[in-house]
């Protein structure tokens, strides 16, 4: 069974600093998706960011970029230029390339919170 | 394009009643999901479908049933609350599971509580 582990329950970042949310995770397969999700106050998930695990390169999207260690089993995010609109919980979460279903295994959140 | 809806968005049930949580997408999607956010747990699945008349459990189904007649709809329902059932629950559908296929579209959850 895969796992995911977010150490961090909280972080804090002033604007427009740069901040990295740590997560790990366990798995015996060998290619796989991971993500970042936002969940802001109002409780909406939102997609961050996606990393297929056979890709070398990290992904970026505009402020949000990863760093994927494969072989550390390590995806942290990293926020650049933080704005008060990040304050947010971030759930890092994986799903496994084979299968019959696309199940999410989610770590339990990194309640981040943006100050001016 | 609604997207993922879920009804209701809050709903209050005594010990032993039954419910049902409704959700639907509009966007032809195959694979639909239900999770249970607790405080301090992540979200954990409880069932999944494939398509229209598969379902099958996921990490947490006891107390809970599923059932998919048609592509849109995925109820998921509660036979006997629990106050151990009070938690957010969220409906979730993707496409496929390759690409950004498997990306998974939520709902904005109900919040369950038992008493």
């Known amino acids: 069974a895969q796992t995911v582990t977010q150490s961090q329950p909280e972080m804090s970042v002033q604007e427009a600093e740069t901040v990295t949310l740590s997560c790990t995770y366990d798995?015996?397969?060998?290619?796989?998706?991971l993500f970042w999700y936002k969940q802001p106050p109002s409780r909406q998930m939102i997609l961050v960011i996606r990393?297929?695990?056979?890709?070398?390169q990290n992904a970026t999207e505009n402020r949000f970029s990863v760093n994927f260690q494969k072989a550390a089993k390590s995806f942290s995010l990293k926020i650049s230029d933080s704005q008060l609109g990040d304050t947010a919980m971030y759930f890092c979460?994986?799903?496994?390339?084979?299968?019959?279903?696309?199940?999410?295994?989610f770590g339990t959140g990194t309640r981040l919170q943006v100050t001016l | 394009n609604a997207g993922v809806t879920q009804t209701p968005k809050f709903q209050v049930l005594k010990t032993g009643q039954s419910m049902t949580l409704q959700c639907a997408q509009d966007m032809n999607h195959e694979y639909m999901s239900w999770y249970r956010q607790d405080p301090g747990m992540g979200l954990r699945l409880i069932h999944y479908?494939?398509?229209?008349?598969?379902?099958d459990q996921g990490e947490v189904p006891n107390g809970y049933n599923v059932s998919r007649s048609t592509t849109e709809d995925f109820p998921l329902r509660l036979l006997s609350a629990a106050p151990s059932q009070t938690s957010v629950y969220f409906c979730?559908?993707?496409?496929?599971?390759?690409?950004?296929?498997?990306?998974?579209?939520f709902g904005p959850g109900t919040r369950l509580t038992v008493l």
């Open positions: 979730a559908s993707s496409r496929g599971l390759r690409g950004s296929y498997n990306e998974q579209f």
């Open positions: 979460a994986f799903t496994g390339y084979t299968g019959t279903a696309s199940k999410l295994t």
């Open positions: 990393q297929e695990a056979y890709k070398q």
């Open positions: 479908s494939v398509g229209a008349g598969i379902t």
């Open positions: 798995t015996s397969e060998s290619n796989y998706y």
